[in-house]
């Protein structure tokens, strides 16, 4: 692969993942369980959409055919997207929403600090203002496992429920393919072996201060990183994609 | 409030320069002060406004009421030299 496509294909990839990331926690805007975290969850899902913007732009500039940013996010199909299967899993309860979050965001602040030092001053430069806004993801998040695993029978149940639910989907976020291989041998992008450790570090730590407890399966479904969805991303496009589908270039 | 369901209520108070007072921004819910420290991040300091928060349990802080209006504000009404009105002030003093 030719590192100009390998670069377009990748930072499509993050975008996509923090754009459907930001559109999840979009859901619950107005349907929070009280007012302060209604806010918090409509600032992360602002955060994410911004995060998503920054390398659509950049990646519309990467492109041999002309695409504009706001075509690369509402007219591509849910095979032309790319993000990782974790971040497009159902809301679920709040319990659900926090783990993914945190499972999410450890993963993009391991990830972000690696970029800092890539020879591609745009993707540093992105990771260097992002870093920021997930570390602060991550913080919220965590605090609310340790709240839940420390909290009543019922808090304790959903977020055991939640991590059951999603943990087969983390593997996913640590895939390479194609693009990865001509990135990493140019300085541009690093293999996730040494992520993977730091964010299972991260994982347990959190975990153990929770009582919670990694499920035993060797359940493990990837293929996000290349276009291959779960049931759940083509609903979620339908409903994100609808006016640009239905009223192209619209304007207001 | 008897049927306030939510977390207990908070007051914020944000400082938005360094060596700056602390103003008083408005109030929030939350369980604890870690949660109430973030709360306040999300609500009050949306625009880039704080350098430092403090929150502070409502039932915390001592105030009047309106009943004490009369007892406490009214007296200096009537002490007018409480105010600097029979100094002459120097000749081309601006700014006071």
């Known amino acids: 692969m030719k590192t100009k496509d390998a670069l377009y294909n990748y930072c499509l990839r993050l975008a996509d993942s923090n754009m459907i990331h930001g559109q999840r926690l979009a859901e619950w805007c107005s349907r929070g369980p009280f007012l302060e975290e209604d806010i918090a969850l409509s600032n992360m899902s602002l955060d994410m959409i911004g995060q998503a913007e920054m390398l659509y732009e950049y990646a519309s500039t990467q492109s041999e055919a002309e695409h504009s940013a706001d075509d690369l996010a509402f007219r591509r199909s849910e095979r032309e997207y790319f993000n990782c299967l974790l971040v497009e899993q159902e809301n679920g309860d709040f319990a659900q929403t926090m783990m993914k979050v945190f499972l999410y965001s450890a993963f993009a602040k391991q990830l972000y600090e690696s970029l800092l030092n890539s020879n591609n001053e745009t993707l540093s430069g992105f990771a260097a203002k992002a870093i920021k806004e997930v570390k602060y993801h991550l913080r919220h998040s965590s605090e609310w496992l340790i709240r839940f695993g420390n909290g009543t029978d019922e808090s304790k149940r959903r977020v055991q429920q939640a991590v059951t639910n999603l943990w087969r989907f983390t593997q996913d976020m640590f895939e390479m393919n194609d693009a990865d291989a001509a990135l990493v041998d140019n300085g541009i992008s690093f293999t996730t072996e040494a992520l993977s450790a730091k964010w299972q570090l991260n994982v347990n730590e959190i975990f153990t201060a929770a009582n919670i407890n990694i499920p035993e399966t060797n359940n493990t479904i990837t293929g996000g990183y290349n276009g291959i969805h779960t049931e759940h991303l083509g609903v979620m496009l339908c409903e994100m994609q609808y006016l640009q589908r239905a009223y192209p270039d619209a304007k207001w | ?96």
């Open chain 2, 1 to 96: 409030m008897k049927n306030d369901t939510q977390f207990p209520q908070w007051e914020v108070f944000i400082q938005t320069k360094n060596g700056g007072p602390f103003e008083h921004q408005g109030s929030l819910h939350a369980a604890d002060k870690k949660m109430a420290l973030q709360n306040a991040r999300d609500l009050y300091t949306r625009r880039n406004e704080g350098r430092s928060i403090w929150v502070v349990p409502t039932e915390c802080i001592a105030a009047t009421t309106a009943d004490d209006a009369a007892d406490f504000f009214d007296p200096a009404n009537d002490k007018i030299y409480r105010t600097p009105n029979f100094y002459k002030m120097p000749q081309g003093t601006k700014n006071l």
